[in-house]
């Protein structure tokens, strides 16, 4: 951007005091003054590309040479980081920090007042493979666990398993599977608790007749009997038992998965390092107003120009 103004009866030893204190660099020659200032803003641009190389280069080592995974892990049970993770490409080399175990200490589900969702969270404890605690945190939907360079995000949930106990029995488990209907978002699982067999004499074939037992959440089991007819609802650990089939049974635990996502990005530092020197660079190369002056013994005019390397002369 140009600009200029006249100055009548002004000396140019005058202006150049002016300069100066303002910190720039002035040289007289004749009845031109040149004014310079900023030396390091001629320096910047090239650092701003330079850290713009920095980002580029620390996003390419983390697609190519980055490691991720997912599971779904049940409560109680370990996650070997180093079988649960893919190289993102064949240029991927595994490191010993890899060498870790991920033991799920806990996954328990936070909810609304209306009975939905609002957390889940999930206790881990991440050891190596002698068993040594490395670190332990209780993770969340936005708050991963960091260590050795491999980040563990929260990111889904599912019901493993129902602890029960019949007719005032020893505790034993059935397995939940997945019953969500593709493109529902609401969650369901279910499991089968056998009761005895029914023949069909018509088709000749032998049926087994059993117990449903269907879960949207932690909060409640529903208990269907072997025709399907709705029999109750029971909340885990209420111990209040409930007849169906002949038999009391008691729900004990519902068992939840933790769905983790495992990433190991090595570029991460380098671009973080180019963000940073991309702020300084760009913050020392902004433009500055420089003046150029000119006239025979006094200052009959001065004209200025916004130039990136900061100068300005007549």
């Known amino acids: 951007m140009d600009f200029s103004d ?59 040479g980055g490691f991720q995974g ?22 991927a080399r595994p490191t010993t920090a890899m060498n870790m175990l991920v033991h799920v200490n806990r996954f328990y589900i936070e909810y609304r007042p209306n009975g939905e969702v609002k957390q889940f969270f999930s206790d881990l404890s991440v050891t ?30 599912a019901i493993s398993a129902v602890q029960l106990r019949s007719d005032g029995g020893e505790p034993f488990k059935l397995p939940m599977a997945s019953l969500q209907e593709p493109g529902s978002s609401q969650k369901l699982f279910g499991t089968f608790l ?39 609802v029971r909340r885990p650990g209420s111990n209040r038992p409930i007849t169906v089939e002949g038999r009391k049974l008691v729900v004990d635990e519902l068992i939840g998965s933790t769905g983790l996502e495992l990433k190991m990005d090595p570029g991460v530092p380098y671009v973080y390092a180019g963000f940073g020197a991309l ?7 902004l433009p500055l107003a420089l003046p150029g002056v000119g006239g025979a013994g006094g200052v009959n005019a001065v004209r200025g120009r916004e130039v990136q390397p900061s100068q300005a002369h007549l």
Not at 23 to 35: C, E, I, P, W
Not at 78 to 83: A, E, L, M
Not at 280 to 285: E, Q, V, Y
Request: charged letters at 20%; hydrophobic letters at 40%.
């Open 6 to 64: 006249s100055l009548e009866r002004a000396q140019l030893a005058d202006l150049a005091t002016l300069l100066m204190r303002e910190d720039y660099q002035v040289f007289q020659k004749g009845s031109s003054l040149y004014a310079f200032k900023g030396l390091v803003g001629r320096l910047a641009p090239i650092g701003v590309h330079a850290a713009l190389l920095l980002v580029m280069a620390g996003g390419c080592y983390s697609a190519l």
């Open 70 to 91: 997912t599971t779904m892990t049940p409560q109680g049970l370990d996650v070997v980081v180093p079988t649960a993770l893919q190289g993102n490409s064949i240029f």
């Open 128 to 157: 190596d493979l002698y068993g040594r605690e490395l670190q332990r945190k209780t993770i969340s939907v936005n708050d991963p666990l960091r260590c050795q360079g491999v980040t563990m995000y929260q990111t889904d949930w």
């Open 194 to 232: 056998p009761t005895g067999e029914e023949e069909n004499a018509a088709e000749g074939e032998t049926t087994t007749t059993g117990i449903s037992i269907l879960a949207r959440d932690l909060q409640n089991v529903v208990i269907y009997d072997s025709k399907g007819e709705f029999v109750g």
């Open 279 to 285: 702020m300084l660079t760009t913050a020392i190369s």
